[in-house]
């Protein structure tokens, strides 16, 4: 056991140190030119409500996006559903839906399947040659990733996971698709199990690539003859948004039934600017828990101030606040939980994400 601990963690140690490298070496101007930006979206509602500050020590089906090593914190069974109302005041209805489910499969290892899907709803089609919209019907985007993770806990102290994402983004004839890693380690120490680490790497993956008939077009060699040709366009690959995060927080015991968290998270992004997020959460007896964070990058308070939004390169930034309320189903110490998850988060436009959560525990 001591010997495949020590070659997984200096596995895992490689990986970070061979790729964190890539991951720091993106700079803002960059921006905007990765793709599949919903990679970076935190679908779930009670890890978002402090902003991501958590990432040393989330747990259940939150850390498929956190941190994939919490998964292996889980009793039995966990079970999560999110809704989000994405970029509310916007007037688009966009929303994300997710699904989360986390199995015990050994008495150390946790497996795990998330889905999230992006609701958008119909589009117009529009044409150079029809370009007023309702003559050609619509058609509706379709963004969903799958997560497929595995965790296992080392000893009391550390564990280490990793998750398979797949990716699929489509119109009616356009697709792409791929695929992406992620790899993480948590470590707890403390007299109390309060001292909480955490190192976590995204979206390490090939690039991506758009196919299908939408990239073709009916030309003519010389206008009005009837030599007609298909001319297919050429489409471009793109790299995915890799990001390293760095996580640590302590907990402050109050009593048998009470404990204030302070988080820190620092995230490294490939294509856009670095974020530092501070938490705070409050655990009253697991029963309610409140959460509040604060996000930082660089240049958010200049020219205009807070609210500039020339400045921002990432769609969360600020204040956010949640709550979670954890009802025990059952007498047992370790018996069934049902949880209520609440965030808002705050955004450079329009009135930010609300996001709700529902949770079972077993």
């Known amino acids: 056991m001591k010997r495949s601990f020590r070659y997984i963690t200096m596995?895992?140690?490689?990986?970070?140190?061979f790729t964190a490298s890539q991951a720091f070496a993106g700079n803002p101007d960059r921006s905007g030119q990765a793709g599949a930006p919903e990679l970076l979206i935190n679908p779930w509602a009670a890890s978002a409500g402090w902003g991501n500050a958590g990432m040393s020590l989330v747990h259940g089906v939150e850390a498929i996006y956190g941190n994939v090593a919490g998964i292996s914190a889980i009793n039995k069974l966990d079970v999560n559903f999110t809704y989000t109302s994405w970029l509310a005041g916007s007037g688009?209805?966009?929303?994300?839906?997710s699904f989360g489910l986390l199995a015990r499969v050994g008495e150390s290892s946790v497996l795990g399947l998330s889905f999230m899907t992006f609701g958008i709803g119909e589009i117009q089609v529009t044409t150079t040659s029809n370009p007023d919209p309702g003559t050609l019907g619509t058609f509706k985007p379709n963004i969903m990733n799958i997560n497929?993770?595995?965790?296992?806990?080392?000893?009391?102290?550390?564990?280490?996971?990793?998750?398979?994402?797949?990716?699929?983004?489509?119109?009616?004839?356009?697709?792409?698709?791929?695929?992406?890693?992620?790899?993480g380690i948590q470590y707890v120490t403390g007299p109390f199990d309060n001292v909480h680490f955490g190192i976590t790497l995204k979206n390490i993956g090939p690039t991506m690539k758009f196919s299908g008939d939408g990239l073709s077009y009916k030309a003519f060699l010389i206008q009005g003859t009837s030599n007609q040709f298909t001319v297919v366009q050429r489409a471009d690959e793109f790299e995915l948004p890799t990001q390293l995060s760095i996580a640590a927080a302590y907990d402050f015991v109050l009593g048998e039934t009470s404990r204030l968290t302070v988080a820190g998270n620092f995230s490294s992004n490939s294509?856009?600017?670095d974020q530092f997020t501070l938490g705070l959460q409050y655990n009253w007896n697991d029963i309610l828990m409140l959460r509040a964070g604060y996000t930082y990058e660089n240049g958010i308070w200049a020219k205009g101030?807070?609210?500039?939004?020339?400045?921002?390169?990432?769609?969360?930034r600020g204040l956010s606040a949640g709550l979670s309320v954890q009802a025990p189903l059952s007498k047992k110490e370790n018996g069934m939980k049902l949880a209520v998850d609440y965030a808002f988060r705050d955004t450079y436009a329009y009135k930010g994400h609300h996001s709700v959560g529902v949770r079972i525990i077993f």
């Open 11 to 17: 596995s895992l140690v490689i990986l970070f140190g």
């Open 271 to 273: 294509f856009t600017k």
């Open 92 to 97: 688009t209805g966009i929303n994300v839906s």
């Open 305 to 316: 101030g807070f609210q500039d939004a020339d400045e921002c390169m990432n769609v969360n």
């Open 148 to 183: 497929l993770s595995f965790a296992k806990s080392f000893s009391n102290s550390i564990s280490g996971g990793f998750n398979l994402k797949i990716i699929s983004e489509s119109i009616r004839d356009m697709r792409g698709t791929g695929v992406a890693i992620d790899a």
